[in-house]
């Protein structure tokens, strides 16, 4: 019995150790300390920062048609290990943002501030 308990409990304190991780993107950022801060005494601005860093933007082909040419260039190497935060690159309040990203052509679009809140309270409820 004891072992059982045991390990449910050791099941369940991995799963809550997995659901806390802090996403390592967010360290071009923040330091330690502020993270630390965050996830203890604000867990919901931490939130928003984990969820800005998958979603603030998009990359795809630019409309059929389009010039973009003349867009300012994004500069990345590869999609799965890009970090929006090692960009210096902010919101608009109210517009979207668009770029081209170097050697590959694509259009990037950074959300506006309006948007993207849009977007992660939704997925909150």
């Not at 059929?64 to 260039?73: A, F, Q, V």
């Given at each position: 019995m004891k072992i059982l308990l045991l390990l449910i409990c050791f099941i369940t304190g991995g799963a809550v150790t997995a659901q806390t991780a802090i996403d390592e993107r967010l360290r071009?950022?923040?330091t330690e300390e502020q993270l630390n801060q965050l996830k203890t005494n604000s867990p919901q601005i931490l939130s928003y920062w984990e969820y800005y860093l998958d979603h603030a933007y998009t990359v795809g082909a630019a409309p059929?048609?389009?010039?973009?040419?003349?867009?300012?260039?994004v500069v990345f190497t590869d999609r799965e290990t890009f970090n929006i935060l090692s960009i210096d690159i902010h919101m608009l309040r109210s517009s979207n943002r668009y770029f081209r990203v170097a050697r590959s052509g694509e259009l990037f679009i950074?959300?506006?501030n309006e948007?993207?809140?849009?977007?992660f309270n939704a997925q909150r409820q």
């Open positions: 071009v950022k923040f059929e048609g389009k010039d973009i040419k003349d867009l300012p260039l950074l959300l506006s948007t993207f809140i849009e977007k």
